[in-house]
């Protein structure tokens, strides 16, 4: 068990989802998302929910990886901090998912654990 965390379009009238990228015990991503989750309304646990992710929310999320900022964040299954591990990692997909923006696809994150 543990925390798996994935990245995932949709395109805008389709169903079919395409995974973009995944994650396992990254913590403070998770908190990172779970704040924007509960931002734009979330309530309860955070816990096999999605937050569609906007292209200001994504550059905010670059901003966070390269300032080292990422909320600290742990969890009964989630690991320990994983920013410098996930690095390159979190700015590819942060890459991918302004692309898939910009094509007008939408773009969420969620997680389980």
């Avoid at 979330?42 to 937050?51: I, K, R, S, T």
């Avoid at 992710?53 to 299954?77: H, M, N, Y």
Wanted: net charge negative; glycine share 8%.
């Amino acid at each position: 068990m543990g925390l798996d965390q994935f990245a995932y379009t949709i395109d805008v009238g389709v169903e079919d989802q395409q995974d973009i990228s995944t994650w396992r015990k990254h913590p403070n991503l998770q908190g990172f998302m779970e704040a924007l989750w509960r931002a734009k309304g979330g309530e309860g646990e955070f816990n096999c929910q999605a937050v569609e992710l906007s292209k200001r929310d994504v550059l905010d999320l670059v901003i966070a990886i390269t300032t080292q900022d990422l909320p600290e964040t742990s969890g009964f299954f989630f690991g320990n901090d994983a920013d410098a591990y996930y690095k390159e990692a979190d700015l590819e997909f942060c890459n991918k998912a302004l692309k898939l923006l910009e094509e007008g696809k939408k773009v969420y994150y969620s997680s389980w654990w």
